[in-house]
């Protein structure tokens, strides 16, 4: 995807100098391997400072919500679908924005491959068709790029735009999966013990950090439920209890509206796997709804409208 | 020792279901005492929030009706 | 200040007969992170490691940490009276911590130990443990120990440094607190001459890894003119105002205070709290004094890159562990912002 | 959807009930009523999802 | 060693309501134990943490003055969830207060000075206290003279009416009560805004201090006021709020750059502040 960089330059440029943006948000190269830094850039001469590779996980969506500029925004097949979640939920215009759009060959998973080499650190990673190569003080290792991409990005089946002004390369060939929820319906297979074991297992490391949710960009709510003190839905200590339920209702509140970008899994300073809940609701939407969030501008998601033909078996 | 009864959180639409206890209520119909009623304006009123709070405070089931 | 040698072989009786005087904590495994957890064997030590997820502070500081006990039964003669939660403060021993973490405790200590008002938990459990350090032979590409005024084997705030020999470890005691462990440890053996000059040549070596940044110009600065410097919009745009980096970090130490209620009782807890959350600093009013973005990550690194400087003559309130530069979910690097703070142009003096 | 996610994470299903009950259909509500008591009945006492003491340290 | 986080038992003595919203009330607490009283030695200008089990705690100036003994005064604005539970609560009930906190007026320093006090609306507490130490008889002749500038949206929403109308019978404190406007025809002092009574009155800044406490916006147009009658920004105190918790300066929210406006503070003189980040 490197080859993007000089396209994404040009195109970032074009849009400054001819004055049809105010900003251009994109990427900056990270200062450690495996990461990126959102940047924006408003002057012509400042472009070079955009960079693209396997590492931009985080969704840019999140850096749109409210503005009021015209904005230049590069964008990948899942975050594309959360530009068109902003707009259906009135966070942005579509005039607003340019939209520098970005077939995706999916994200590297940083936290899998830091786990993978158990201590060793990166000093290097470069990513070719099939491996990424990692190389660090006395080592080198190879992993194969399929296995070792984003666990989103692996069951991703939308890698190119659905709404862009401009392409900056040829779409890509979208995945054809067997069974894009095989973990949800691990899970579903359990007791019910055996599933609340799994969750507090997984729950366990949460450090109330909020950093999948500010990671989000559904998550705008000026003020957040846990925030809320009159009445205080729940304590803001680490008891398990409390932290479940954040966990859950921060995944319900995103029921009919992920774009399933990762973004969330991605920030966790302790990797817990989030997505195991957005992603059961998720195929719940697609099973009951036929819904898939974000991919058609004037539809609201199913969660937000009533139509008589609403699925009503839970209801005696 | 009388045998264990669940407490059961009964959130009722003031228009369907509240109406329908109250109309149970005055046919003299006999039921469980297991719920503890909440009034709710309209049963679209009830919030994921709620059903959770009252997990949280310990009851044994939750019950919405419209 | 003895030195001994502890014979990897003999790590377990080092170990058993520490745990007849103390409990002992250490880095261990859990999940795919490394945390500070109870060391039984030497086999539990996840060694050698990088760094823990947590910091140290979480030893002294637990994240919710129950303060006080009430009771709100009317029928109670104490009701609605705060009472102090009982607590047992056992012996306890960190084993391989990082010199970076212990640093940062005595960072943190300024903060929690001042000579007005004492942190009675962080007190009791600063004098109830005893820190044995493990020197970094090999730091990661993200540390900047030596340019904060600590390094891969800085003894601030140990009791006892390990440097890791071929077969041993090199123990050096550095307190009284230290020199009674040792004392009373089993497993050592005497240090050689030999032992020491490997040892020196370790952290010599390791010291020479790391990258220097320029700090120097900090305490020089106009805090004003450096809170009101223009760079602080392009180093807050990618922030997502998580509190991941204040989390993880060893030298913050902000803190909530928050009661909750079961049934008849309730407790008051406090919990870490984060400058990068903007309901840390709301009023009840609705008004808000860092209600944006940029305020508060300007916040946070003014506060330990200059306030903490300016306001205690020491610092920077950084250790240079890098837990936030890895753990950033967006990449602002604190190196970076080091820079540019050090190498912004303001006039002369702190204080007006 | 909620129901969904409870179950998912480890709450029993038949704890928590939906129903669509007309003010004039005294009958059916006696009806669910006792049905939903009794379901909830079966699966004994309440497990989890119960805040009490914060466990903390 | 004595825990800074633990509150002292008090039990609420009497409950005044001061405004006609009633969203002003003072509370009178009583110390359980006595031994708690004699280590509760304050100063006007300092606060305290009111602290209510279940509920959570709240800093609150203290209203009493030192030189009035048995009890505590605040008067505590409903606003939030804590002072929300404080105006439910009755007379006898149980809870903590939590201090003295903060630092206070310099009214030592400030010995042979005259004194001018502009207070606006329920910011108006610790100046009572600092009103009341002054007109103590011992301490009344070590001061020049005492003017005080209070203004509230209406007389109805003033602090402490009784207490008003004695200090306007004295002939030792020039007092100028001000309303922004009086529908109560009755009203026989000002109607106009602080700053533009402050204006009016225009007290001397000669061997002068002001000590300024207020709503925020009141304080933004009294500050040129006073600078153009002649005070000089270290002649100008003024006293600050924040959002805190620990009130000791551990915890670490309420601070501007380097100072805690807890323990610090709250009291700065505007030289201080203009040296300091507007985070407040």
């Given at each position: 995807m490197l080859e993007y960089v000089g396209k994404i330059r040009d195109i970032a440029r074009r849009l400054l100098s001819e004055n049809k943006v105010d900003v251009v948000i994109g990427f900056r190269q990270g200062t450690i391997p495996m990461m990126s830094e959102p940047a924006v850039v408003s002057?012509?001469?400042?472009?070079?400072e955009l960079y693209w590779d396997?590492?931009?996980?985080?969704?840019?969506?999140?850096?749109?919500?409210?503005?009021?500029d015209r904005i230049g925004v590069v964008a990948k097949g899942c975050d594309s679908r959360n530009i068109v979640t902003h707009i259906v939920e009135n966070q942005?215009?579509?005039?607003?924005l340019y939209i520098i759009g970005v077939p995706c060959h999916g994200m590297i998973d940083r936290s899998r491959i830091l786990a993978a080499l158990?201590?060793?650190?990166?000093?290097a990673v470069v990513v070719n068709d099939t491996e990424i190569v990692v190389t660090g003080p006395g080592f080198e290792r190879k992993f194969n790029r399929q296995e070792y991409l984003q666990n989103n990005c692996a069951t991703?089946?939308?890698?190119?735009?659905?709404?862009?002004?401009?392409?900056?390369a040829e779409k890509v060939e979208e995945q054809k999966l067997d069974d894009r929820y095989a973990d949800v319906k691990k899970i579903e297979a359990m007791s019910p013990d055996e599933k609340w074991a799994f969750f507090d297992k997984i729950l366990?490391?949460?450090?109330?950090?909020?950093a999948c949710r500010n990671a989000?960009?559904?998550?705008?709510?000026?003020?957040?439920f846990v925030d809320e003190?009159?009445?205080?839905?729940?304590?803001?200590?680490?008891?398990p209890t409390d932290v479940r339920t954040f966990h859950f209702l921060r995944a319900y509140h995103c029921a009919?509206?992920?774009?399933?970008?990762g973004a969330c899994e991605r920030a966790c300073p302790v990797n817990i796997p989030v997505r195991l809940l957005t992603k059961k609701l998720n195929m719940d939407v697609e099973d009951l709804y036929g819904f898939e969030p974000g991919?058609?501008?004037?539809v609201r998601p199913p969660l937000d409208v009533y139509r008589p033909d609403d699925p009503g078996g839970f209801i005696k | 020792m009388s045998e264990w009864e669940p407490k059961i959180t009964a959130f009722l639409c003031n228009w369907c279901s509240y109406g329908a206890a109250d109309l149970a209520g005055i046919g003299r119909m006999q039921h469980t005492p297991a719920h503890r009623v909440i009034r709710v304006?309209?049963?679209?009123?009830?919030?994921p929030k709620f059903i959770l709070a009252a997990f949280r405070r310990g009851v044994d089931g939750i019950w919405v009706s419209g | 200040m003895t030195s001994v040698i502890i014979a990897k072989s003999k790590l377990n009786d080092f170990l058993a007969s520490l745990k007849s005087g103390y409990q002992v904590l250490g880095p261990v495994r859990q999940g795919d992170m490394i945390a500070f957890g109870p060391v039984?064997?030497?086999?539990?030590?996840?060694?050698?490691?990088?760094?823990?997820?947590?910091?140290?502070?979480s030893v002294f500081f637990p994240q919710s940490e129950r303060m006080f006990g009430y009771s709100l039964?009317?029928?109670?003669?104490?009701?609605g009276i705060i009472k102090e939660t009982p607590k047992e403060y056992p012996n306890r021993v960190v084993l391989g911590l990082r010199p970076c973490d212990a640093k940062a405790v005595t960072l943190v200590d300024v903060n929690m130990d001042n000579p007005q008002f004492q942190d009675p938990w962080w007190v009791k459990r600063r004098e109830t443990t005893t820190l044995i350090g493990l020197g970094c032979e090999h730091p990661c590409s993200t540390c900047f120990c030596t340019s904060m005024g600590?390094?891969?084997?800085?003894?601030?705030?140990?009791d006892v440094l390990l440097t890791e020999l071929p077969d041993a470890y090199l123990a050096k005691s550095l307190t009284p607190k230290g020199d009674q462990l040792l004392k009373q440890a089993k497993g050592t053996d005497a240090a050689s001459p030999a032992n020491e000059k490997t040892a020196a040549e370790i952290k010599t070596k390791a010291e020479q890894t790391l990258p220097q940044l320029d700090t120097a110009k900090l305490k020089d600065k106009n805090m004003m003119e450096l809170f009101n410097a223009r760079f602080w919009e392009r180093v807050q745009f990618?922030?997502?105002?998580?509190?991941a980096c204040t989390f993880l970090c060893?030298?913050?130490w902000c803190f909530d205070i928050q009661d909750e209620v079961s049934k008849k009782a309730g407790d008051r807890i406090r919990n870490w709290d984060s400058?990068?959350?903007?309901?840390?600093?709301?009023?009840?009013?609705?008004?808000?004094?860092?209600?944006h973005k940029v305020q508060r990550v300007r916040q946070r690194f003014m506060h330990k890159l200059k306030y903490y400087i300016d306001k205690?003559?020491?610092?920077?309130?950084?250790?240079?562990?890098?837990r936030c530069v890895q753990a950033c979910p967006v990449n602002i690097d604190i190196r970076n912002v080091i820079t540019l703070m050090n190498e912004y142009q303001t006039s002369a003096g702190t204080k007006a | 959807m909620m129901k969904g996610l409870l179950e998912y994470m480890?709450?029993?299903?038949?704890?928590l009930h939906f129903s669509w009950i007309s003010s004039a259909e005294s009958t059916k509500f006696v009806e669910v009523a006792n049905t939903v008591a009794e379901e909830v009945k079966a699966l004994g006492p309440a497990k989890h999802f119960i805040k009490e003491k914060a466990e903390v340290a | 060693m004595g825990n800074p986080y633990l509150p002292y038992p008090v039990r609420i003595d009497e409950i005044i309501t001061e405004t006609e919203d009633k969203n002003l009330k003072t509370f009178k607490f009583v110390f359980l134990n006595p031994a708690d009283e004699q280590a509760f030695k304050y100063e006007p200008g300092q606060f305290a943490e009111l602290s209510i089990a279940g509920k959570g705690e709240i800093p609150i100036g203290i209203a009493?003055?030192?030189?009035?003994?048995?009890f505590l005064k605040f008067t505590v604005n409903k606003v939030g969830l804590v002072t929300s539970h404080l105006h439910n609560m009755s007379v006898g009930d149980v809870m903590g207060v939590r201090g003295p906190l903060g630092n206070w007026y310099p009214l030592k320093e400030l010995e042979g000075k005259n004194i001018v006090i502009v207070g606006g609306g329920f910011a108006f507490t610790t100046l009572r206290s600092t009103i009341v130490y002054l007109l103590q008889p011992e301490n009344r002749?070590?001061?020049?003279d005492i003017t005080v500038i209070y203004g509230a949206r209406?007389?109805?929403?003033?602090?402490?009416k009784d207490e008003l109308a004695a200090w306007e019978q004295r002939s030792d404190i020039h007092m100028h009560i001000t309303v922004?406007?009086?529908?109560?025809?009755?009203?026989?002092y000002n109607v106009g805004f602080v700053p533009a009574i402050t204006e009016q009155k225009a007290?001397?800044?000669?061997?002068a201090v002001a000590i300024v406490c207020g709503p925020p916006i009141m304080i933004k147009f009294t500050q040129p006021v006073l600078e153009k009658v002649g005070f000089t920004p270290d002649t100008i105190i003024m006293s600050l709020e924040m959002r805190m918790?620990?009130?000791?300066?551990?915890?670490?929210?309420?601070?501007l750059g380097t100072e805690y406006v807890c323990k610090d503070g709250p009291v700065f003189t505007l030289a201080q502040l203009n040296n300091l980040p507007k985070e407040y």
């Open positions: 002057r012509p001469e400042d472009v070079d396997y590492n931009c996980g985080i969704n840019l969506t999140n850096y749109l919500t409210k503005r009021t942005i215009k579509r005039e607003q158990d201590g060793q650190e990166p000093t991703c089946i939308h890698r190119n735009p659905v709404v862009y002004d401009e392409l900056v366990a490391p949460c450090l109330r950090c909020y989000c960009p559904l998550c705008y709510c000026p003020t957040c003190s009159r009445p205080q839905w729940l304590g803001k200590s680490i008891d009919g509206r992920c774009t399933d970008c991919m058609v501008p004037d | 304006p309209c049963s679209g009123r009830i919030s | 039984n064997k030497a086999e539990d030590l996840a060694l050698p490691y990088s760094n823990t997820r947590l910091s140290i502070k039964d009317k029928e109670d003669a104490d009701a600590s390094g891969p084997f800085d003894e601030t705030g140990l990618a922030c997502i105002n998580c509190g060893p030298t913050c400058c990068m959350f903007p309901l840390f600093t709301l009023h009840g009013t609705g008004h808000n004094p860092r209600d205690y003559g020491d610092g920077p309130a950084c250790v240079g562990c890098g | 480890g709450t029993e299903p038949g704890r | 009493s003055s030192p030189t009035e003994t048995g002749s070590r001061f020049g209406t007389p109805g929403m003033l602090l402490y922004d406007r009086a529908d109560d025809p009755t009203w026989k007290p001397s800044a000669e061997n918790k620990c009130g000791i300066g551990i915890c670490g929210r309420c601070n």
